[in-house]
């Protein structure tokens, strides 16, 4: 188990490199110089570049930014002068963060409990109602709901607050919207394999032993059924992430993910860079770290890697 | 001692009579279809997006209005005869440009998705097929490219190459196949065993062959419902994309540009939102009703 566990840690690192290769390398390819050249000088141009480290060959520079990376340096913002990419992702990161575990463990939550309720309930009307919303849950986007939420409950009802992050009530549309989706595919993931848990011949000896529906319900099927959302965990930590993108967009929250749509719109390169491998390792990470849990707890997934 | 003769007698034509297929014989395809009218969500779903394609493809045409023909006396009108979704800040009617969006949105959906298709199944059935080390190789390969987010690629890609769809499409197609080479090469391994491969192997049809005509054909099930899960995966990237910024730019009418454009106005012409929104909803309602109508259609068993 430990040589899995070596093994997908070093796939995580091979995969953060080549993100970090193709980032840098699609960035310097970029047309245009990252600066205002219409109104500087050539002698102005020459030490900006010497400054920022763009005059020396390309791959002395590939090999000085790997270095930096290395001992924790995402390198300077071009267009916001004297900001390092580590202050920006300092700044707002906690922010995101805050957002998308809210989201996720709300989405935990409640599309666990609502898949347990679709594959218990004896009423093929709730069932199937259930699932055409599971379905409508996963197929509106997320900024769509966001807006909607927004129009709904902050504009026309005015119940909520929407712009910004400065109470706790500020937060409850932006997790709500980032959350719908997760809801949705943790609670069909829940209702198909929790359906297929109790099927299986354990169930009906732990009946026939006369333990109590409670304990059978959730003592054994749902630590069983568990597993798919386990797996699933990883990517949608992802989704949450980019999610968020356009989340922050809407409600004005000063994360991560509007520093990334706003240098992406100022083509401000250096933080594109720093933002998209941060990004990518935080998922890279999150999918490593679902993989080694799945291996944990399920053990036939051990046994097989013979 | 039996003569040759008394081998193989012709059956009494009572006995003959009395045994008959009820069922007339129907081929896989018409199987699939009988299965998924059943479920009506999925039915009226797929009619739902016939129609929307028909309407997408032919609307542009019958409009009497360009999708970027401002006009400025006609600013932010709300729906009329004349302009059955309104018009935006500029005058341009939206119920062409939403049209336009809904274009853009089909061709990236289905094209990048059938890119994703071909690639991912060649790339699949070659290296379940192949098996051993060169699967192996093959698959930790894909595995690095599939660890990094899409949205990434595609952001990158559009900085490089322009906000247009074909960066879009590139983007999508990156990353895309790699799912179907997975089930294309589960599937594959599992098929190659099975007995009608053994015999089309003994009977000395070339791999290509075996893998082409035999495996792949048996292999789709699965493959389709994931094809038509894409479809609205891709779609709704392409929307996010144009919606906060980086997608296809003015004055090329996506879906996302247009819920952007409107995202000042939304408190005083809620409408203009509105409309380029439901549209997109609609499509990515029908199309995840059809994958699951079509999930259930093909796997009689899974059914609930």
Redesign the interface.
Known sequence: MIRYILKRLAMGVITLFFLITITFFLTRIMPGSPFDTANISPTMLETLERNYGLDKPLDQQYVKYLSDIFHGDLGLSYKKPGLTVNQIIARGFPITLRLGAGAFILALIIGIIVGICMSVTGSEINRGMLLTLSTLGVSIPNFVLAILLMMIFGVSLKWLPTLGLTTPKHYILPVVSLAVYPIAEISRLVHSSYTEEMNQDYVLMAREKGLSVFQIRFKHILKNALLPVITVSGPLFAFLITGSFVVESIFTIPGIGKEFVNSINNRDYTVIMGLTIFVGAIVIAANLLSDIVCVLVDPRIRLDKK | MLKKEDYFKPIDKRVQDSEFIALKPKSFAADVWERFRENK?SLFSLYLLLSIIIIAVSGPFLSPYPYDGMNSSMTNRMMSIQHWFGTDQLGRDLFTRSLYGLRISLLIGFISTFINVGLGMVYGGIAGYAGGKADMAMM?FV???Y???S??YI???M??FGSNVRSIMLGICISGWIGIARITRAQVITLKERDFSVAAYIQGASSFRILFRHLFVNALGPIIVEATLMV?QAI?ME??LS????GISAPEASLGTL?QDA?MY??IY?YQ?IFP?AM??LV??S???IS?GLGQALNPKDR?
Not at chain 2, 243 to 246: A, C, K, L, N, T
């Open positions: 969500l930790r595995d690095i490219i660890a990094v987010p949205l990434l952001i990158l890609l900085l490089l609205p709704f929307a996010f919606f906060i910024g980086v819920a995202r939304l408190e809620p939102m929104i997109l909803c990515i309602f199309l995840n009703f699951e609930r």
